[in-house]
Nanobody
């Protein structure tokens, strides 16, 4: 049904930039909020960024500190995560997620309807 496919991960050095993409299919993309989460080895999956249906509202985890930008192109059914000044502690599998409706409501993790397969980001020092 709904399919979310991430791309753009890879091996980078600390301080580098990377842009992740998530292509969605299966239901009307513009009707749903989108988000990014990440999971490092031995740790729980955590919220990174979220965006509403139109892109008019965004939310970020505190650790981003202005370094990441979430955006979407509804004509392309794609959501992006532009990451700058990457740190070794940013090494994780990054997951694309789709909300249950056009806006995120309540706690982000529990509001996810669909998950992508994840893309590995490794930041070396």
């Amino acid at each position: 049904q709904v399919q979310l496919v991430e791309s753009g991960g890879g091996l980078v050095q600390a301080g580098d930039s990377l842009r992740l993409s998530c292509a969605a299919s299966g239901r009307t993309f513009s009707n749903y909020g989108m988000g990014w989460f990440r999971q490092a080895p031995g740790k729980e999956r955590e919220f990174v960024a979220a965006i509403n249906w139109s892109g008019g509202s965004t939310s970020y985890a505190a650790f981003v500190k202005g370094r990441f930008t979430i955006s979407r192109d509804n004509a392309k059914n794609t959501v992006y995560l532009q990451m700058s000044s990457l740190k070794p502690e940013g090494t994780a599998v990054y997951y694309c997620a789709q909300a249950r409706g056009p806006y995120w409501r309540g706690e982000y993790y529990g509001s996810v309807d669909y998950w992508g397969q994840g893309t590995q980001v490794t930041v070396s020092s």
